[in-house]
């Protein structure tokens, strides 16, 4: 889930196969047992604070297209496909939620 997050902030479709390694791993950046995840720690790099547990929703809400956008991108890939690695296509649910809103309005 925290990929889709990320995704509202950052493109990573051109990131080295180094970073998509990473965030395909999604490893704790340290061996303290409460240290944040790789993708965590991205995410908390760009928004300068972040609870996983209780995040901050605006941060998010305006970038809800950009996310599925860049989502479709990481999905068409069969040989480089990280939604396939880390199991989230929560952006296909956002897209279905924003196509009924436009067909109800």
Do not use: M
């Amino acid at each position: 889930f925290e990929l889709w997050l990320l995704l509202h902030i950052k493109s990573i479709i051109d990131e080295s196969k180094e970073c998509k390694d990473k965030l395909f791993q999604n490893k704790r950046i340290s061996t303290a047992k409460s240290a944040r995840k790789f993708i965590e720690n991205e995410i908390l790099k760009i928004l300068k604070s972040y609870s996983k547990s209780n995040p901050d929703t605006s941060k998010f809400l305006d970038n809800v297209e950009t996310a599925i956008e860049r989502s479709n991108e990481l999905d068409d890939d069969p040989d480089d496909n990280l939604l396939n690695k880390l199991g989230t296509r929560v952006y296909k649910l956002a897209e279905s939620i924003l196509e009924l809103r436009e067909i109800n309005s």
